[in-house]
């Protein structure tokens, strides 16, 4: 929910972030939906796409 919530406030599609961050846009759904867990490497691609911090996404996701 994180991940949806900062792409939906900085306006991004998901098809933008997933081309950002090299990832299938598929993907990206699956992962917001919380249907796929996440590799950290993913995690840091999908951080930098929407320009933030690990740690912010991390504090934002509540953990």
């Known amino acids: 929910m994180a991940i949806r ?7 991004i599609s998901q098809e933008k972030l997933a081309l950002t961050a ?3 846009r598929s ?22 796409a929407l320009g933030v911090t690990m740690s912010e996404l991390l504090v934002e996701a509540g953990l």
């Open 5 to 11: 919530r900062l792409r939906q406030a900085n306006e």
């Open 27 to 48: 993907y990206v759904g699956r992962v917001e939906r919380g249907d796929n867990n996440v590799a950290m490497l993913t995690l840091s691609r999908i951080a930098t």
């Open 22 to 24: 090299e990832l299938d």
